[in-house]
């Protein structure tokens, strides 16, 4: 069942069109990431979605939302939340909640029950100017949750976070998936990879592919080698395309990734042809597309 349905949404800045004709539905109980580099669009889709900005063209339409008002039914932490650090988490979260519509013993009851979800409830009575940056992403995603949503936005949840901070974002999401309808924007690829149901690919305002993970992997799967030489990886890569029909090689630092349609001919071909020349060969993997290899393919078509 369709949470929301985005048909025909457009944006524009002055003469510049940033959105242009966004179509998808978001489906009930899915974590679904909208991916893209920086300058996609994503933060603008998020503020439409959220009614912080308005679309030039195109319709959202949420189910159940009362005369076209959404706002009870969406939760939304901005990609930079502000919050007031002399306030304590818990004051925090009780004050988001009435906000929200909830009376003040329902505010102060899930306010509660949310602390302990995210993981801070230790800290719910430090004042949020002591947080650590982690802490505050989790916090802020307990102010977006609070008053139960049936689709919560997250703009670049862990871009600003270190690694500890990204994990503990990461796995906040994973409990998350259970209870409600996401959608967060992500430049980072990994972290789509590792949390998300479904992926809607953005690009310079486009939608330029959708899916599943496995429908994308499997409808752009393709076998790559990927060698990595103690010297001379792009030299010696490029030398072994020629032997070999190779449809594309990608150099990522030390490692060159060769990709191929019949990976059999190639790794023999390849790896005698290695031991022949005694070339320094300090890695030889066979692997099929990622995530990453797939937002590329799409992104260059």
Same mark, same amino acid.
């Given at each position: 069942m369709?949470?929301v349905?985005?048909?025909?949404l457009k944006?524009?800045?002055?003469?510049?069109?940033?959105i242009k004709?966004?179509?998808?539905?978001l489906?009930?109980g899915k974590?679904?990431?909208l *991916?893209g580099?920086n300058?996609?669009g994503?933060?603008?889709? $998020?503020k439409?979605?959220?009614?912080?900005?308005?679309?030039?063209?195109?319709?959202?339409?949420?189910?159940?939302?009362?005369?076209?008002?959404?706002?009870?039914?969406?939760?939304y932490?901005?990609?930079?939340?502000v919050?007031?650090?002399?306030?304590?988490?818990?004051e925090f979260?009780?004050?988001?909640?009435?906000?929200?519509?909830?009376?003040n013993?329902?505010a102060k009851? =899930?306010?509660?029950?949310?602390l302990e979800?995210?993981?801070?409830?230790?800290?719910?009575?430090?004042? #949020?100017?002591?947080?650590?940056?982690?802490?505050?992403?989790?916090l802020?995603i !307990?102010?977006? #949750?609070?008053h139960?949503?049936?689709?919560v936005m $997250?703009d670049e +949840?862990v871009s !600003?976070?270190? +690694?500890f901070g990204r994990?503990?974002?990461?796995?906040?999401m994973?409990?998350l998936?259970?209870?409600?309808?996401i959608?967060?924007?992500?430049h980072?690829?990994?972290?789509?990879?590792?949390?998300?149901?479904?992926?809607?690919?953005l690009?310079?305002?486009?939608?330029?592919e !959708?899916?599943?993970?496995s429908?994308l992997?499997?409808?752009?799967?393709q076998?790559?080698?990927?060698?990595? @030489?103690k010297?001379?990886?792009?030299?010696?890569s490029?030398?072994?395309s020629?032997l070999?029909?190779?449809?594309?090689i990608?150099?990522?630092?030390?490692k060159?990734s $060769?990709?191929?349609?019949d990976?059999?001919?190639?790794?023999?071909?390849f790896?005698?042809?290695i031991?022949? =020349?005694? *070339?320094?060969?300090?890695?030889?993997e066979?692997?099929?597309t990622?995530?990453?290899d797939? @937002?590329m393919?799409?992104?260059?078509?």
């Amino acid at each position: 069942m369709p949470v929301v349905s985005i048909n025909g949404l457009k944006k524009r800045f002055q003469d510049q069109e940033v959105i242009k004709g966004l179509d998808f539905q978001l489906t009930e109980g899915k974590c679904v990431a909208l *991916l893209g580099a920086n300058g996609a669009g994503k933060t603008t889709t $998020l503020k439409m979605l959220s009614g912080l900005m308005k679309p030039d063209s195109g319709t959202i339409v949420f189910e159940g939302a009362e005369k076209g008002d959404f706002r009870s039914l969406i939760g939304y932490l901005p990609q930079y939340p502000v919050f007031y650090d002399w306030m304590t988490g818990r004051e925090f979260l009780e004050y988001t909640g009435k906000l929200a519509g909830l009376s003040n013993k329902e505010a102060k009851g =899930r306010a509660q029950e949310l602390l302990e979800l995210v993981g801070i409830a230790d800290a719910k009575n430090r004042r #949020i100017g002591k947080y650590s940056g982690g802490m505050k992403q989790r916090l802020g995603i !307990a102010q977006a #949750i609070i008053h139960r949503p049936k689709l919560v936005m $997250l703009d670049e +949840p862990v871009s !600003a976070l270190d +690694p500890f901070g990204r994990r503990e974002v990461l796995e906040l999401m994973e409990k998350l998936k259970k209870e409600t309808t996401i959608l967060f924007s992500t430049h980072i690829l990994n972290d789509a990879e590792e949390v998300c149901d479904e992926i809607l690919f953005l690009h310079n305002g486009k939608l330029v592919e !959708a899916g599943t993970m496995s429908q994308l992997k499997d409808k752009h799967q393709q076998a790559k080698i990927d060698l990595v @030489f103690k010297e001379n990886t792009s030299r010696y890569s490029e030398e072994l395309s020629v032997l070999y029909p190779v449809t594309s090689i990608k150099i990522n630092g030390e490692k060159a990734s $060769l990709f191929v349609e019949d990976v059999e001919g190639a790794k023999k071909l390849f790896l005698t042809e290695i031991t022949s =020349r005694n *070339l320094p060969l300090i890695k030889f993997e066979i692997s099929r597309t990622s995530l990453e290899d797939v @937002f590329m393919k799409v992104v260059q078509k």
